[in-house]
């Protein structure tokens, strides 16, 4: 292969960062870059690929661009990833939006601990003829396993300069940073067979490594092992494996409600500010009831999704992660889904958009699709205030029983998304499971920096993704049940003028508030009446007989309607709708809604058959618009997304149709007949 | 790569009496030996090797059953055998039986 | 049942209503002007074909 160099031709010199997969390659991105850096996608593939920008020297135009390629074993390797990696150092590929030509430096990332292995893909790396700077990370833990490596010696046999570093302490990343905008093409060229290649890297590292006395990695194996024994156990890996869950769904809950109340708090201060400011008009409810509820039903959920991603981020990098992915493999395996996927439907309970994005950790196209496909199933966190209104309205003073049907939902959620994950497998993606082999790495202490950094890329990518059709569907949703304008119905013309001219009896304060409350009334019908005759309120109209079955009225059909876009909305349509307000968590709103009766006037509209339904329904149906946007672009089309939608749409009638029946809503008491 | 038709590992070359030929699937955790064939398709074995499970790799068996986890050791400093440079890998069942190795004590085992 | 046409914050209002409905149908409609790869054209990207080893790859489905 003839020699090649690259030069920068303009701007920044661009370094390729290449490594095996548990070499501290993210940490040591973090540790160069922090913040500043872009997440992309590498064109025609789902790959991620981090680029920052990292401070070579004094001046800001020593800065040089990092390129993280994913973490490969070998170059050689018939894997999307290895075929990336490749491209990328022939200058065939470059992620979306950057220049595509050859890397200026690679910089490659070995583990001290492992460096007879990862020395291969140094050579391979070494052969493609580029400048390269090699960085040998975990030096410190090397060193507690009592290894010492000569660096001089190594740099001499790789014919390129090397830094030890420790991407954890920060020791060598300094210099690191300033070498790697002083990469040299390699002066030996490392043998091309794979038995030459091996045998090579054998002789560097018994040249280049030394051993201090007896190694310490004895103690830490045996600790290793028998922590091993206890976490992949049949029975003790499965306990372990529910207790942390359960542990990490109790934090995120618990701990996530302080700062959702805190948002919802300054939202509803800011709306009162616009109310405040601007005078009474369209542009002021534009604002308050499309843009301030549109942010302000992204942002709410923020604390949950950081705080499930900084946990997951931390576990991973505990160690543990990977062997619950064995643990997780026995569950899953019975439908065709594999360990890998536990880490991807586990996120989905916060949002199935970065769950269906994680999905790219999966190897087989097969059992990413199916874990793709039934993701959404999962009871994410947009779906929690239905749950809550609905089962307050079941279960009034029963909080245990409430409760219950909460764990219920998250239970049927999962069985559901499983057994259509075997019907897929059985189906339109039959073919074998792939068996698991997966390198387990040590276990640490895990670094709260890189959790910090990771939640704060998965936010960013919740904000840009979800965020923006979050608000304009909010935007949508207010236009479509803002407008046709109506009179105000007789009963609250009436109310309005009668509370101009009631009787006074003699109390000024007395009359005030019956006068006061009369307007109050006016205003609700009002607001009621033109909800109904908006746009989606004769779009629901039109639609009952379809959602009769499920025991829905016009009412709730306008509800589930929007809902459709993104659940977020049904409560506050609801409360619109029903209570002629927009806040359904306030206590006289949900009192009035729980009170509500269809047009016979008599039969509740949220009857307990119904409300068994609803809860049915929501937990099956696809409301989502961002998650199917996000499918057909991680299932590679529209029409994953189209059956993803079809699929579960059906389940959820079928589903929510049987609760009613069983529930008596079927000329039961409280019922349709 | 070299193959087998038979699952017992009786390609492996060099059957001196140093040792026995026993799938990975089949050691005894604590026990160790030499990766010496595979009988597995040529992606899994690519990546299986590129991981460490090579020919002339050392492993030890960490764990038992599903999954069997074992250290792989290749390359070491200084030149003495089996220390050193470690990672762990963790193996479903199907592929363990695939991976043979030889030991020092015992009868070949399947 | 009307419309206020009349009104200047109507439009405002339907104009925010019509972006943001185009927005939402950007990936099924052909709107030039939403569109995302007339947005990359518009910015200079250059498109890149992804090779291995010299070969073009066929557009398989996404990995």
């Known amino acids: 292969m003839p020699e090649t160099v690259s030069m920068a031709t303009t701007g920044t010199a661009r370094v390729a960062l290449i490594g095996n997969p548990n070499t501290g390659k993210t940490t040591l991105f973090n540790r160069l870059c922090g913040v500043r850096h872009k997440t992309s996608n590498f064109p025609g593939t789902t790959l991620e690929s981090r680029i920052g920008k990292v401070r070579a020297g004094d001046a800001a135009s020593d800065d040089v661009e990092l390129i993280d390629l994913p973490g490969v074993y070998s170059l050689e390797l018939d894997q999307v990833e290895a075929g990336i990696c490749r491209a990328v150092l022939a200058g065939e590929a470059a992620p979306r939006g950057e220049r595509v030509e050859a890397p200026d430096t690679v910089c490659v990332v070995l583990d001290a601990t492992n460096l007879g292995r990862n020395l291969m893909l140094a050579g391979e790396t070494l052969r493609r003829r580029l400048p390269t700077v090699v960085a040998v990370n975990m030096i410190d833990l090397a060193r507690r396993q009592g290894l010492a490596l000569d660096r001089a010696k190594l740099s001499e046999r790789l014919g390129c300069p090397v830094v030890l570093v420790s991407a954890r302490t920060g020791e060598g990343v300094e210099e690191l940073s300033v070498m790697l905008a002083r990469g040299q093409v390699p002066s030996r060229t490392p043998p091309g067979d794979e038995a030459g290649l091996r045998a090579w890297c054998d002789v560097v590292y018994a040249e280049a490594g030394e051993l201090n006395g007896p190694t310490r990695a004895a103690a830490s194996d045996s600790f290793t092992d028998r922590l091993d024994r206890v976490v992949t156990h049949p029975v003790l890996g499965l306990l372990t494996f529910f207790s942390v869950m359960a542990g990490l769904f109790y934090v995120l809950f618990r701990i996530a409600e302080f700062p959702m109340g805190w948002i919802e708090a300054v939202f509803g201060w800011l709306s009162g500010v616009i109310n405040n400011i601007m005078p009474e008009g369209v542009l002021r409810e534009l604002l308050t009831d499309g843009v301030v509820s549109g942010i302000s039903g992204t942002v709410v959920f923020l604390p949950q999704i950081c705080l499930l991603f900084f946990l997951i981020s931390l576990l991973e990098d505990t160690g543990y992660l990977a062997r619950a992915a064995f643990v997780t493999d026995r569950l899953l395996r019975p439908f065709g889904l594999p360990g890998h996927a536990f880490v991807p439907l586990l996120s989905s309970h916060a949002c199935a958009l970065p769950g269906i994005m994680a999905t790219r950790a999966i190897p087989d196209r097969r059992e990413r699709l199916a874990t793709i496909l039934v993701a959404p199933f999962m009871t994410c966190s947009a779906r929690l205030p239905v749950y809550v209104l609905v089962t307050t309205i079941l279960f009034r003073d029963q909080p245990a029983l409430a409760a219950g049907a909460f764990v219920g939902c998250y239970a049927l959620g999962m069985l559901a998304g499983v057994l259509s994950a075997l019907l897929a497998r059985r189906t339109i993606l039959r073919g074998a499971s792939r068996p698991m082999a997966l390198e387990l790495p040590s276990y640490k202490v895990p670094s709260v920096r890189t959790a910090l950094l990771t939640t704060y890329d998965r936010a960013l990518v919740f904000i840009k993704k979800a965020g923006t059709n979050i608000l304009m569907i909010c935007i949508v949703l207010w236009w479509l049940g803002a407008y046709p ?125 119904t409300c068994w339904s609803l809860l049915v329904f929501f937990v099956l149906a696809m409301q989502c618009l961002p998650t199917l946007a996000v499918t057909a672009r991680e299932a590679g089309g529209a029409k994953w997304a189209l059956l993803q939608l079809i699929w579960m749409s059906v389940l959820a009638y079928g589903g929510a149709a049987v609760a009613f029946w069983i529930t008596g809503g079927w000329g039961g008491a409280g019922g349709i007949s | 790569m070299l193959t087998s038709q038979n699952n017992d590992g009786s390609c492996c070359q060099n059957k001196d009496t140093d040792g026995h030929v026993a799938s990975i699937a089949s050691l005894k955790r604590g026990e160790s030996g030499v990766v010496c064939d595979s009988q597995l398709a040529g992606n899994d074995d690519a990546l299986l090797r590129a991981m460490g499970l090579h020919p002339a790799a050392w492993v030890r068996l960490c764990r038992e059953g599903e999954p069997c986890i074992v250290a792989v050791s290749s390359g070491s400093p200084g030149g003495s055998c089996g220390c050193g440079s470690e990672c762990r890998i963790g193996l479903a069942r199907s592929l363990a039986q695939r991976i043979f190795v030889r030991t020092t004590d015992g009868a070949a085992r399947r | 049942m009307s419309l206020p046409l009349h009104d200047w914050q109507f439009w405002v209002a339907t104009g925010a209503f019509a972006f943001s409905l185009a927005w939402l149908l950007r990936g099924v409609l052909p709107i030039p002007v939403l569109s995302r790869r007339a947005m990359r054209r518009k910015r200079g990207e250059r498109r890149a074909t992804l090779t291995i080893s010299g070969k073009a790859q066929a557009k398989r489905g996404r990995d």
Do not use: C, N
């Open chain 1, 485 to 609: 304008h109506v009179q105000p119905p007789a009963e609250a013309q009436l109310l309005a003028q009668t509370s101009g001219h009631l009787i006074p009896t003699g109390h000024p304060e007395e009359d005030k508030a019956r006068a006061d409350a009369m307007m109050a009334e006016a205003d609700r019908l009002t607001a009621a009446h033109a909800k109904s005759q908006s746009f989606i309120g004769r779009l629901g109209r039109a639609a009952e007989p379809v959602f009769r079955p499920l025991g829905y009225d016009w009412q709730l059909t306008v509800g589930v309607l929007a809902s459709f876009a993104a659940r977020e909305v049904f409560v506050s349509t609801m409360a619109v709708v029903l209570a002629g307000e927009e806040d359904g968590e306030d206590g006289g709103v949900r009192e009035r809604m729980e009170q509500a009766k269809r047009t016979d006037g008599v039969t509740p509209v949220f009857a307990k058959p």
